[in-house]
């Protein structure tokens, strides 16, 4: 039985499906956080939330490496752990230079720093040739407004380092350039507290479907566990509206997306990780939209387990650990499963009374899980992927049609409102499309 020391954690599925994994590896864990009322404000309705389970919960500044790893080293004399991990991208850098300093298990630092930056991302990506969308870091408006003229419009303005879509839009002129830049500028520190790299990255705007490859990587190798489907809406923001595991992509299209990925990882020098790395398939071939050093949110790592029986959540335990996970998939009964996201429209705002249409979809056999927001949520417009009513999940038996059925069980689903300054959501699927943060009524 082994010790972990998970620091902080999204407050979402992961959150739950880490400690569930540890637990089922018989296995403890310490928990350590700067902010303790983070997690109790997220604990679920039926009691607290799994984190605050740990055998340990410990309290520093994790936003503060000269506190934290001296914090770390003290906490490691008295307590002995066997590993480190996170599942929130905003620390992962610092996971990592948490386990070096301790001489536990885990990626390179700098390899989980060049991943969690896009800037970062691109610059490893280009040098090693392993093809993206055309790019340009800018640190002011003026600089923006010149590398647009580059590019050309219509591009995508991203942050370099936020999570979950947010602020990431599409502009197709200078004024939504301007426009994309004056909100991120309003918001200089992230939800974590930290403050944001004060830069900003522009991008080609790549056309075609989405995909996402689940990877993991242990002892050099990385292993492709599969691909998913992503549909994509929201526009101009980009908001992940559903997933379909497997993706329904020819034997061509998957390796070139596989492929792809690999060497992105290789790019960076990422070993010893669970990653998420999404693809767009442009008519040119793939191209790299970003790589995450951890296991897929969006309940994602669900979909490959029903399909696959593959727990990616307990292979990021045993990277963490510097094992070997087992990643030898085995049937399950299950040939797609599917995740579909309800979307607030854009002029949505107003309280939430609850869902007409709730009671005959949860008795659909076809459900196979659903998660909706609780009465009194507070709705507003969607712009990341932190805005979701809730989800449906579905699986087939027989074939590809887990999405199907989730667009139809989304489609029973009518939002209900105790104060409402508009009148309509939209309801988005996974059956938008084959395209490949924590989901569910959480906001992460």
Not at 13 to 26: K, T
Not at 365 to 389: C, D, F, H, Q
Request: net charge negative; with cysteine.
């Amino acid at each position: 039985m082994a010790h972990l020391l998970v620091i902080e954690s999204w407050v979402g599925s992961m959150s739950r499906l880490l400690p569930r994994a540890l637990g089922e590896g018989g296995h403890r864990f310490t928990f350590l956080t700067r902010d303790l009322h983070h997690y109790l404000r997220s604990a679920p309705a039926d009691g607290p939330h799994p984190l605050l389970a740990a055998e340990n919960v410990l309290t520093a500044d994790t936003n503060d490496p000269a506190v934290l790893l001296p914090y770390a080293e003290r906490a490691h004399r008295l307590l002995g752990f066997d590993g480190v991990l996170s599942s929130c991208d905003y620390y992962l850098p610092l996971v990592a230079r948490v386990a070096h300093r301790l001489g536990l298990p885990g990626p390179a630092p700098e390899a989980v720093e060049a991943a969690c930056r896009k800037d970062l991302t691109r610059r490893a990506l280009a040098g090693a040739g392993v093809p993206g969308p055309a790019h340009a870091l800018c640190a002011d408006r003026e600089q923006a407004r010149a590398a647009a003229r580059t590019i050309g419009y219509p591009l995508v303005v991203k942050p370099v380092d936020l999570c979950a879509g947010m602020f990431v839009r599409a502009v197709a002129d200078e004024d939504g350039l301007d426009a994309a830049l004056r909100a991120l500028e309003a918001f200089p520190v992230n939800a974590r507290g930290q403050r944001r790299a004060p830069v900003v990255l522009l991008e080609e705007l790549l056309t075609g479907p989405e995909v996402s490859v689940e990877t993991v990587s242990a002892g050099g190798v990385a292993h492709v566990v599969g691909i998913t489907d992503k549909s994509v809406g929201g526009a101009p923001a980009f908001i992940e509206t559903g997933h379909m595991f497997p993706a329904a992509l020819g034997p061509a299209d998957a390796a070139a997306a596989a492929g792809t990925a690999v060497a992105a990882l290789a790019a960076l020098g990422l070993d010893q990780v669970v990653a998420h790395t999404e693809i767009k398939l442009t008519p040119a071939g793939p191209r790299v939209v970003e790589v995450n050093p951890r296991p897929a949110g969006n309940r994602i790592t669900e979909l490959v387990r029903r399909v696959t029986g593959i727990d990616l959540a307990a292979a990021c335990v045993d990277v963490a650990l510097g094992r070997r996970p087992d990643l030898t998939a085995h049937p399950t009964g299950v040939s797609s499963a599917a995740i579909a996201f309800l979307v607030p429209g854009e002029e949505q705002e107003g309280l939430l009374d609850g869902f007409d249409g709730e009671a005959a979809v949860r008795r659909d056999p076809a459900v196979v899980e659903l998660g909706l927001a609780e009465a009194g949520w507070a709705v507003r417009p969607a712009t990341s992927n932190n805005e979701y009513l809730g989800h449906v999940m579905t699986a087939d038996a027989a074939g590809a049609g887990a999405r199907r059925e989730a667009e139809r069980l989304l489609a029973g689903l009518a939002p209900r409102y105790a104060v409402s300054t508009a009148s309509s959501v939209s309801v988005a699927s996974a059956a938008t499309g084959p395209a490949g943060a924590d989901a569910g009524a959480v906001r992460t």
